[in-house]
């Protein structure tokens, strides 16, 4: 048996194998956290100084880590923050958690994994166990991981082991996080399997291998291409249900009462995240390397980046029922983050809105208490204002983008201010102020003037 796998195998199993976690961001972070909690010794690797000095500081940036969680990671010196490349002389294992944006042309930028790709080759031991987090298509870690390594002679099970093992984080779900979340991963080689394997079942419940890094590529791509498709699909049915005067939550919530063949999706204003906007888009751009155009994955992406649109012209629509315009009219957005109860801007279809209604001539607005400014498209800060009710009561209309558990959406409704609700948030409360995203818009009549004669 190879010797590089026998000295790795018995570090692992002993918990004396030195890790290293590329990339502290809502993936990398909580990884290296729970690699400490199960009793290793963790290097994390970070471009950003800020960041690395927050965390010798004992101050997490990171919703699912608590500052109480990382002072205990920090308490022993077994996990060290650091922004020097040179510590992966001195590892056994290290995982890739970088960002994979879309370029402009809606391309992948795996600018940042040739980045740590090239900080590898430099300082790499033998018998260094590579796997790569970060999302991306089917073909990467074989294209730019092992083939690159292969250039500089060396061979993957042999002289180091390389897997692929896609995050799979939901921030702050309460349910499932680092631990208790199933992961997947598949190895170049058999003996690069077993070793990524048995290092991240010595870190989280359960490891579900498959066949090769490919496979664990496009698992990743098949969940959240699966997600997209089905969120355009309703999101269809609601613009669909609206126009045939039909409450498209009610029509949900009736058919999610068969107890098989139904899962249920819900309309919005647009998907956001990391995931669910760009995975699909991976996927595409690799299948038309193959001559396939994936006719699905492009129309649910048109139908969810048409959504925001949607929500600008049916608030139009709603301010003209009180014979008001856009243009002009004040406008108070509720909710900027991309999901509930996080402070996380990523693709938020609610910077899409807030920037169509200034196009539109509109004086808008927002309050969120997780997400307290963001940067326009003009690089200017955007603060959230302040929770007042008083002031609130000032606003022509609200829109209602994400469904934050802090909100007393009983005081907003009392305002008497219409709402256009984007989640269904405001169920609990039937008041003619209150529209709906996926049901019809009550018209106010007009009495019909006669001339007397």
């Avoid at 090239?118 to 018998?127: F, L, V």
Wanted: proline fraction near 6%; include cysteine; aromatic fraction near 10%.
């Amino acid at each position: 048996m190879n010797v590089n796998y026998m000295r790795l195998h018995h570090a692992i199993e002993n918990k004396q194998a030195k890790l290293g976690v590329v990339g502290l961001g809502y993936v990398g972070l909580p990884l290296a956290v729970e690699m400490v909690r199960q009793g290793f010794a963790v290097y994390g690797i970070d471009v950003d100084e800020r960041k690395v000095a927050m965390l010798r500081q004992g101050q997490s940036y990171v919703q699912d880590v608590s500052s109480e969680k990382l002072a205990e990671a920090l308490a022993d010196g077994r996990f060290v923050p650091t922004t020097d490349y040179a510590v992966l002389s001195e590892l056994d294992a290290v995982s890739i958690c970088v960002p994979t944006p879309l370029s402009a042309n809606q391309d992948p930028d795996t600018s940042y994994i040739v980045y740590v790709v090239n900080q590898i080759k430099k300082y790499m031991k033998k018998g260094l166990l590579i796997v790569l987090e970060s999302t991306t298509y089917p073909g990467t870690t074989e294209e730019l991981i092992e083939q690159e390594l292969e250039r500089l002679g060396h061979v993957a099970g042999r002289d180091y082991f390389l897997c692929f093992s896609p995050e799979r984080v939901d921030p702050s779900n309460e349910k499932f996080a680092t631990y208790n979340t199933p992961k997947v991963l598949g190895g170049t080689t058999p003996e690069c399997a077993k070793l990524g394997c048995l290092l991240y079942e010595n870190i989280v419940e359960k490891v579900v291998p498959v066949s090769s890094p490919k496979v664990a590529e496009m698992s990743k791509l098949l969940e959240n291409t699966f997600r997209s498709v089905n969120i355009a699909f309703i999101n269809e049915m609601a613009m669909m249900c609206e126009r045939m005067g039909i409450d498209i939550w009610e029509v949900i919530k009736a058919a999610s009462t068969k107890p098989f063949g139904f899962m249920p999706f819900y309309p919005g204003p647009g998907i956001g995240g990391h995931c669910i906007p760009l995975d699909p888009m991976y996927l595409s751009w690799k299948a038309k390397g193959y001559r396939f155009y994936s006719s699905f994955i492009e129309l649910a992406q048109s139908v969810n980046s048409n959504m925001p649109y949607y929500v600008v012209n049916k608030t139009a629509n709603i301010l003209n029922e009180d014979s008001k315009s856009l243009r002009k009219s004040r406008i108070l957005i509720l909710g900027m983050a991309y999901k509930p109860n996080v402070d996380d801007l990523r693709e938020s279809p609610g910077l899409e809105v807030y920037e169509l209604f200034r196009e539109g001539g509109a004086i808008v607005d927002y309050y969120d208490p997780f997400a307290t400014s963001f940067r326009d498209q003009h690089g200017e800060t955007v603060h959230s204002v302040p929770y007042n009710l008083e002031q609130f009561r000032t606003y022509d209309c609200f829109v209602l983008i994400t469904d934050h558990d802090a909100f007393d959406y009983g005081e907003l409704a009392s305002l008497g201010v219409p709402i256009v609700d984007t989640r269904n948030a405001l169920k609990a409360y039937e008041l003619p102020h209150i529209y709906k995203l996926g049901a019809p818009v009550e018209h106010k009549l007009e009495p019909v003037q006669t001339s007397a004669g």
